[in-house]
């Protein structure tokens, strides 16, 4: 099961904080990450984060975001700074263990100009 917060409506330029716990029978310390969803688009990647901590970022966030994740492994964070409109969305949490994909309920970002 996978729980997410920290979603909100933010001015632009402005930051936000999402997280994400993960509970239930997990094995090891899963792939983590977050993609969203605007209105009348398809769900997209946005970045995700590997046991070992490597990350990967869509184009259109590097340098403006930032997962991480505790030590347990099994929280995972998305820092959002300098938030554009385009930004806005359903933010899903996504978990991937023991090859069986899980998705959060979504958080909604809203972004205004």
């Known amino acids: 099961q996978l729980q997410a917060s920290g979603g909100g409506l933010v001015q632009a330029g402005g930051s936000l904080r999402l997280s994400c716990a993960a509970s239930g029978s997990i094995f090891g310390i899963p792939v983590m990450g977050w993609h969203r969803q605007a209105p009348g688009k398809q769900r997209e990647f946005v970045a995700r984060i590997f046991s070992g901590g490597t990350t990967n970022y869509a184009d259109s966030v590097k340098g403006r975001f930032t997962i991480s994740r505790d030590n347990d492994g099994n929280t995972v964070y998305l820092q959002m700074n300098s938030l554009k409109p385009e930004d806005t969305s359903v933010y899903y949490c996504?978990?991937?263990?023991?090859?069986?994909?899980?998705w959060g309920q979504g958080t909604q970002v809203t972004v205004s100009s």
């Open positions: 996504n978990m991937v263990n023991k090859g069986l994909s899980y």
